[in-house]
């Protein structure tokens, strides 16, 4: 996908219009795992609903596999299947009398036969932990959690070659996030499909992805590998955003004299670092 000079204003002209994304240019190729980070407000939802033509730019142009997703119709309808979206939130989007039919409304809105539907459903459901006995019940009658990843489902059976995720694990506990992670991880490295993972947290976006993408005050300031983008703490810790923790302790480690590399920001990494300087000896 590519997005090309894209500026957004909401409200236009009424007293509350206003630039939520200006002059935003990116590419996304098959098969990365973008993460997108900034702080509330800086653009994020706003930038990402674009990608599937929920959003209209006011300015610029964003292409599919080299179509201007607003050329036809027919290309703006088409969009939706090929690039899922899970809104922040979604679990107020179940809207079906069974979670069954949640998951499947993608599936059959894009006109697949019965078998396939019913492939991709219980596909979907085993990708986000979905047991076959909760498939039967009403939405409604979900936890929290399971509503959520009932909502994540229902975008991953449409298999879309994009897919977006807009701070899936907002306002759930370490254990419920780290699950939900894995199982992105999970669907990402069986399918080799795109996604984008929205989010705020630093050592979320680390462990997962392997481009960054830093949005501030409404324009993309950082686009680079994670060693890149932490290589710039300062930077980053302008805009509010700092490193993960992990790695303002390598940095600590390093003003102290230790040799420890630049690009470190997980823990498998550290303790390695660590291992190395210490040839190869065990730590705790
Ligand atoms: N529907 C809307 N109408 C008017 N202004 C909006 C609307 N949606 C968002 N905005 C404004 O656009 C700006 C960018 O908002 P956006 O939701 O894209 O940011 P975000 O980075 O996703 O924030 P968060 O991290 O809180 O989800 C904000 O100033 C916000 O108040
Ligand atoms: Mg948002």
């Avoid at 204003?9 to 509350?16: I, K, L």
């Avoid at 142009?61 to 690039?83: C, E, L, M, N």
Wanted: charged share 25%.
């Amino acid at each position: 996908m590519k997005v090309d000079n894209l500026t957004h204003t909401y409200s236009v002209g009424t007293p509350f219009e206003r630039n939520a994304v200006e002059h935003i240019s990116f590419s996304v190729y098959p098969g990365e795992f973008v993460g997108v980070i900034g702080h509330t407000g800086s653009g994020k939802s706003t930038f990402i609903q674009h990608l599937n033509g929920l959003l209209r730019p006011t300015e610029g142009h964003v292409y599919f596999q080299g179509q201007d997703i607003w050329s036809a119709p027919k290309i703006t309808h088409a969009i939706r299947f090929h690039v899922g979206l899970v809104f922040q939130y979604p679990e107020y989007q179940l809207f079906e009398e069974t979670v069954y039919k949640d998951i499947a409304f993608g599936p059959t809105n894009m006109g697949l036969e019965q078998d396939e539907i019913d492939r991709r459903v219980r596909e979907a459901a085993g990708f986000v932990g979905l047991g076959e006995a909760l498939l039967e019940k009403s939405p409604f009658e979900l936890s929290g959690g399971q509503k959520r990843r009932a909502a994540m489902a229902g975008v991953f059976a449409m298999e879309p070659e994009v897919l977006i995720l807009d701070e899936p694990t907002a306002g759930l506990d370490p254990a419920g996030c780290e699950s939900i992670l894995a199982q992105i991880r999970q669907y990402h490295r069986a399918k080799g499909n795109t996604v984008l993972l929205v989010s705020h947290s630093m050592e979320e976006i680390a462990r997962n992805a392997g481009r960054i993408v830093v949005l501030d005050q409404k324009h993309i300031v950082m686009d680079g590998t994670p060693a890149d983008i932490f290589s710039r703490a300062e930077e980053l810790e302008s805009i509010g955003l700092g490193v993960p923790e992990v790695t303002r302790i390598a940095m600590a480690l390093r003003r102290r004299g230790l040799p420890i590399d630049g690009a470190v920001y997980t823990q498998e990494a550290l303790r390695a670092e660590i291992l190395r300087l210490r040839g190869g000896r065990s730590i705790c």
